[in-house]
């Protein structure tokens, strides 16, 4: 978790945040896959179809979450190690 508190480097600007599009989401998290190396397992977290379809590209999952029972859910996969 220390490993993302200086992900701010990389994220995008808030000028940005209206900016939505699938390939912006992919190069951030390709950004991302650099950084941290191909061999950590990333999953993409999120309410939205565009990070969604970016996470897909990259072949990684995605765990959709809108409600607090998706994020209970999410803890207990990981925490069972499934991811």
């Not at 490993?3 to 945040?17: A, D, G, M, R």
């Not at 989401?25 to 950004?31: L, P």
């Not at 950590?40 to 607090?68: C, M």
Request: charged share 20%.
């Amino acid at each position: 978790l220390n490993q993302f508190s200086n992900l701010s480097s990389i994220s995008p600007s808030s000028s940005s945040k209206t900016d939505t599009s699938t390939r912006c989401k992919e190069s951030y998290f390709e950004q991302i896959n650099t950084r941290f190396g191909r061999k950590a397992t990333y999953v993409v977290i999120g309410d939205g179809r565009d990070k969604e379809l970016a996470a897909k590209q990259l072949s990684w999952p995605f765990w959709r979450i809108n409600q607090h029972q998706h994020l209970t859910a999410l803890h207990n996969v990981l925490d069972l190690q499934f991811l």
